[in-house]
């Protein structure tokens, strides 16, 4: 075996209820070489990741450190064997200092008392190491996202440790402040620490990387040497898999736009979007998580306060600065995270249904029950929602049946426009099969569709057209007659 | 027409029926607190020819009523997931200022009884004001205003009680409609009129939608500050009331009036079953929580236990009944795992 190997991950299998998030994986890492791991949303990255952080216990699988096996039980088990996670949200005590979250934890004492001198001493030194222009007394909160994220590496680095993984580190620092991460990145493989990087940018895989593997549904599907492939090679190696035939899609003639949005920017994930919808149709949004696609119907959805932009809707300008103002328009939208943003968690099914056309059946405090729950029973029966009563509190359904109350609870208000965003996110196979072959019928009704997937078989699949977003812009519309995995991913990682 | 009236007023009958079952469920274990509670008082040989008799219920439903009049405006700032402390000073404030009102400026009862309430309201819509237009969490504003409440009652007395001695103030805090105390037939009108609200109209639905889900209920397009707003302007409408009502049975206002009433409530409300997280709970279990720590003050009284030792029982009680809810909910949700 080569000497020079750092860590070794052996056969991993990891399953979630329902899901193979890790299939058999192998991974392998070198003492002083920066590795890639490439892979569509879900491919199983992070849970790797996890497995080997100690925050998942992998089911089968052996990991092996310099050659030694070990077992990773705990964070703590992991940080012991020498390895560091810097993941993508940070997590520093913002009102405690650099040198104190340094030292969280493990205080330099002199007796009973921290000893403060040397450890605002001790953490100068190791921050100046790095050149980094940070003074160890200043508090967490005053520093940009991407010095906070220095403070992460060196905080990892003073562990001693040898495996330094980074979860999408340049995913909100400014391409100036890339640069000396990627500098200090080459400082740390100098001294023969092994560098685990996740990216979903291309571009950077050459200037920093030595190795790439590339993961998809759960499986390691090869590694290359970074200078010896194209983008191409990787992006065929990411997405090529078969397309499931479980999608009910009929394509319409052309109908006149229904709504046309120029220019929407939010000053900070959105630039300058602009696309139209047309009525019957099912518009796709792709694009890598984090691209600005929620946030451009966040915008549209009046759930952004403040946007620049002009919005259209069946050729009349209107005013968007509430949810309000949009349904009154005849948006809905059926939010990505149903449990923060769409249910009522411990409100019964009626109640999660009818919240938003109390219009029609309580009028001052006359409450006709009949007509709830004739609206309720209309929308369990169309969506064709499994559930005991409707009185059964909705958070005892399965994912798949709340999001069917969801998307009832937005039809009830009788949509020109509906935007769902990542519609079948954690939902099994057949509910699946069903709530495509729902917006199959309402866009033949004449509804207009909106639909955010992560999901490329189904965006493929389901949409007349798709727009992909990458760092907030609209970088091209694809047909549904042209469109491929490949020419999708191009325009999302440019 | 005349067919669909009659059967809308058969589904009423029905769905109060349906309501009253719901709510013998909903509220089993403190229904029956409560009644063991009756039970041991009214067989107890210390207690028994004085507590079930007619004077006694009486004065209890009287003493406990200032406590549910704040214990529904309460219950729909708890459901919100808010707090309201500002109530007992709103109390102290508003019976001040009424009382002030008749022996200062001569002004006629009616107006006198309606600027009490009227404050109360007042700090309660400056309350919602501050809350709903900004993310200072409510514990902080109320505690805020409460101190500035009980502040303003201070400086407009002086420090000392404002006394009114005619008969017609009294009338609505000790007087008497029919054979019925009055408090206890305003509180049955505000019982109603608040379960009303909380059930049958939709800014009821809209206090469980914001108290459950802030987020989805934004995105569903409640408009979740006005929702914030109604319900701290309500309770402090209660608390007015609730002012006035005790200033009249005090024969005056005073600015120590209802000092710690806002805990009273506060724990009415937690052991009725409302969830402190917000988003769960029922007026009627509200209802039942009040009377029980009305009952045990009255039984703790006739027992002639010793005013401190009340305290420790009153807290004891208050935590084996959210304990008792606790280990219920524990089991359900057991039960949803499997």
């Known amino acids: 075996m080569d000497t020079n190997v750092l860590l070794q991950m052996k056969n991993i299998h990891k399953t979630f209820p329902g899901v193979y998030a890790l299939k058999a994986v192998d991974f392998e890492l070198r003492a002083g070489e920066v590795h890639a791991i490439l892979g569509e949303n879900g491919a199983g990255k992070s849970t790797l990741i996890k497995v080997l952080g100690g925050i998942y216990t992998a089911d089968q699988g052996e990991i092996y450190i310099e050659g030694k096996k ?21 997590v520093l005590a913002p009102y405690m200092t650099v040198a104190e979250n340094i030292f969280l934890g493990r205080e330099p004492m002199k007796g009973k008392f921290v000893n403060t001198t040397k450890m605002y001493e001790d953490a100068q030194e190791l921050i100046d190491i790095y050149g980094v222009n940070i003074d160890a007394k200043t508090l967490v909160r005053n520093l940009t996202i991407a010095q906070q994220q220095m403070v992460e590496i060196i905080k990892a680095i003073s562990y001693n440790s040898k495996i330094l993984v980074m979860d999408e580190p340049t995913s909100s620092i400014s391409d100036k402040e890339v640069k000396f991460l990627f500098e200090i990145m080459r400082t740390l493989t100098a001294k023969g620490v092994g560098i685990i990087y996740i990216s979903h940018r291309m571009s950077e895989l050459a200037e920093v990387c030595d190795r790439v593997t590339v993961m998809r549904d759960g499986s390691c599907i090869g590694t290359k040497v970074v200078k010896e492939t194209t983008n191409d090679e990787l992006i065929s190696m990411m997405v090529g898999r078969e397309l499931k035939n479980y999608y009910t899609r009929d394509y319409q003639e052309d109908g006149e736009v229904i709504l046309k949005c120029e220019n929407i920017s939010d000053h900070k994930m959105v630039k300058s979007a602009s696309f139209e919808v047309k009525k019957g149709e099912i518009v796709g949004f792709a694009g890598l998580v984090g691209a600005g696609r929620s946030e451009l119907m966040k915008c549209i959805f009046g759930l952004t306060k403040r946007f620049s932009g002009d919005i259209y809707i069946e050729g009349k300008k209107v005013e968007i600065k509430s949810p309000y103002d949009a349904i009154k328009h005849g948006i809905a939208l059926v939010p990505e995270d149903r449990k923060a943003e769409g249910l009522f968690l411990v409100q019964s099914v009626r109640f999660n249904t009818t919240i938003e056309v109390l219009n029609e ?45 969801m998307i009832g609870r937005w039809l009830a208000t009788s949509p020109k426009i509906l935007i769902l965003d990542e519609p079948t996110r954690g939902i099994d196979v057949g509910a699946k099969s069903e709530i495509y072959a729902i917006m199959n019928n309402l866009v033949k009704s004449g509804m207009s569709i909106i639909m955010i997937s992560s999901e490329m078989p189904e965006i493929i699949n389901m949409s007349d057209r798709i727009y992909v977003m990458c760092d907030g812009k609209i970088t091209g519309c694809l047909g549904h007659e042209e469109v491929t995995q490949e020419k999708i991913m191009k325009l999302a990682v440019k | 027409m005349d067919r669909v009236g009659s059967k809308n007023r058969k589904s009423t009958i029905a769905l109060l029926k349906n309501g009253m079952i719901q709510w013998w469920k909903d509220n089993l274990g403190i229904i029956i607190a409560f009644l063991v509670l009756c039970l041991i008082l009214s067989i107890n040989p210390i207690t028994q020819n004085s507590f079930l008799t007619s004077k006694n219920i009486f004065n209890v439903l009287r003493q406990i009523s200032t406590n549910l009049f704040l214990a529904c405006g309460m219950t729909m700032v708890i459901i919100l997931g808010g707090i309201d402390l500002s109530v007992g000073s709103i109390i102290a404030l508003s019976g001040c200022l009424a009382a002030g009102a008749v022996v200062r400026y001569n002004l006629p009862l009616g107006v006198a009884l309606l600027v009490g309430v009227l404050f109360g309201l007042v700090i309660g819509i400056f309350n919602g004001i501050v809350i ?19 502040g303003l009652a201070y400086v407009y007395t002086g420090g000392s009680p404002v006394r009114v001695v005619t008969k017609e103030w009294q009338f609505i805090g000790a007087g008497y409609i029919g054979a019925v105390p009055t408090p206890v037939v305003i509180l049955i009108i505000v019982f109603i009129v608040t379960a009303i609200i909380m059930n049958r109209t939709k800014m009821g639905r809209y206090l469980y939608a914001v108290g459950g889900n802030a987020q989805a209920a934004e995105f569903s397009g409640i408009k979740v500050s006005r929702v914030k707003f109604f319900a701290y302007a309500y309770s402090g409408l209660m608390a007015g009331l609730a002012g006035i009502v005790l200033a009249s049975r005090m024969y005056s206002g ?6 710690g009433a806002e805990m009273d409530a506060i724990a009415a409300v937690v052991v009725g079953g409302t969830s402190m997280s917000g988003g769960y709970g029922k007026i009627g279990g509200t209802l039942i929580g009040g009377l029980i720590i009305g009952v045990l003050n009255n ?21 084996l009944a959210v304990f008792i809810d606790y280990i219920r909910q524990e089991n359900k949700d057991k039960i949803k795992i499997r």
């Open chain 2, 254 to 259: 005073q600015p120590t009036a209802g000092e």
């Open chain 2, 299 to 319: 039984g703790l009284n006739l027992l002639n236990v010793n005013s401190f030792w009340q305290y420790v029982v009153k807290g004891a009680v208050i935590l």
């Open chain 2, 132 to 150: 709903s237009k900004t993310t200072i969490p409510p514990f902080i504003v109320t505690l805020a205003t409460m101190n500035i409440a009980k």
């Open chain 1, 361 to 405: 059946f309580i009028k001052g405090i006359a409450v006709n029950r009949q007509k709830e729950d004739e609206i309720t029973q209309e929308y369990i029966d169309l969506m064709s929602t499994k559930t005991p009563s409707m009185e059964q509190p909705i958070e005892k359904l399965s994912g798949g049946n709340q999001q069917k109350v």
């Open chain 1, 70 to 90: 070990v077992d990773i039980k705990s964070v703590k088990d992991a940080q012991e064997n020498g390895i560091a996670i810097i993941h993508q949200e940070l």
